[in-house]
């Protein structure tokens, strides 16, 4: 399966099939797009003129033009002029709460949707992973502690944590010093006095923590919401959670009641994400291990444990704002859920749409086309 920043690529296990299941311009200039108003769908919106480009979030998406990276908005504006180094404003640099992450030297610091450094860099990172503004505040290291700021760039929450995560439903995971891992709310007082080898954050309600080697969820105040008798835990989707017991994976839903739990011979399938989204899950059907690559074919399952779209395409993204990319033959297009093609494979690469648009290759340059 070709991999992408946005294509689902975490494997969460392997799982054989029934026969049952099986059954039947310059991009540098201020205005950079040329915007076509065709009626058909995937027009191209914005021309494909930038070396890479990221996804839109919060109406903004990073491009690259001759090595240095800005930002357009979505009508291909190019209303943060390519400045930035790689290493400064990362492939996954992105807007968020009117604001994104940009590396200045050794320190984070925080530019808004003109271009202008609000907050000051002072805060150290991951090279690689910018800080990003979620449920409007944001967890930076100072020192070598995290701890949190709000849009202003004040601290709200002290750095006192070895490590912290963005803010989900209100809660976010941080980790003490011996390594526990325990939830803070956004004054930074603990949700209980529970502390986790493993947790994960919040997600519809829930959250998949790991207790005396099993994990199980608990609700928003610390309480047991499902048993902890599984050996791996996703977050919930969709309204189901992906777990394993023993060498069976299945899907639970959130009394802990197994709804899905299949029971395959023959073909292997591979869970290309522990997630559904929008009722369907991408999976891998021939494929032997989930190291092998992309030696199967792909189609989709829904919460039934049903395949709804036969296995045909090369490889496959989940639905995002009712459409998936898929490939044939080398070539990306986009589904619908009856899978059949709404827009037909003739990009070099695509990703999964965002805010309306869906990042494509044509050639060796990235564009965008609406639905």
């Not at 493993?198 to 199980?216: C, M, N, T, W």
């Not at 033959?329 to 494979?345: E, N, Q, V």
């Not at 965002?354 to 965008?368: C, D, M, Q, T």
Request: positive net charge.
């Amino acid at each position: 399966m070709k991999r992408s920043n946005n294509r689902v690529v975490r494997w969460f296990g392997l799982l054989m099939l029934s026969a049952a299941i099986l059954a039947p311009a310059n991009a540098a200039e201020t205005s950079h797009a040329s915007v076509a108003r065709s009626e058909t769908p995937g027009r191209i919106v914005i021309a494909p003129g930038f070396d890479a480009a990221g996804d839109f979030s919060d109406g903004m998406a990073a491009v690259r033009v001759g090595g240095r990276w800005g930002f357009i908005d979505r009508s291909g504006t190019m209303v943060i002029r390519p400045r930035f180094a790689d290493r400064d404003a990362p492939f996954s640099a992105r807007f968020s709460d009117g604001l994104a992450a940009i590396r200045f030297g050794d320190k984070w610091g925080f530019i808004d949707r003109k271009g202008k450094t609000v907050i000051e860099p002072r805060f150290g990172g991951d090279d690689y992973s910018p800080p990003v503004f979620s449920e409007g505040l944001c967890a930076v290291r100072d020192g070598y502690k995290y701890g949190y700021i709000d849009t202003t760039g004040k601290f709200v929450i002290a750095p006192r944590f070895d490590k912290a995560s963005n803010f989900t439903e209100g809660a976010a995971v941080v980790q003490e010093d011996d390594g526990t891992k325990a939830y803070i709310d956004k004054k930074g007082e603990y949700l209980s006095p529970q502390r986790f080898k493993h947790a994960a954050p919040f997600r519809e309600g829930l959250a998949a923590v790991q207790i005396d080697g099993s994990y199980g969820y608990i609700d928003h105040s610390g309480k047991l919401a499902i048993a902890p008798r599984f050996d791996e835990a996703s977050s919930f989707s969709d309204g189901v959670a992906a777990v394993r017991t023993d060498e069976r994976f299945g899907y639970i839903d959130k009394t802990g009641r197994t709804v899905l739990e299949p029971k395959f011979d023959g073909a292997v399938l591979n869970l290309l994400g522990e997630s559904f989204a929008e009722g369907y899950i991408a999976v891998e059907l021939g494929g032997s291990t989930k190291f092998a690559g992309p030696i199967g074919k792909f189609g989709f399952m829904d919460k039934s444990g049903k395949l709804v779209i036969q296995p045909n395409f090369n490889s496959a993204s989940n639905f995002s704002e009712g459409l998936a990319s898929v490939s044939v033959d080398g070539k990306f297009g986009f589904i619908d859920k009856t899978g059949a093609f709404a827009i037909a494979p003739r990009f070099t690469d695509a990703s999964s749409y965002s805010e309306g648009l869906a990042r494509v290759r044509i050639g060796k340059k990235y564009g965008f086309i609406a639905r």
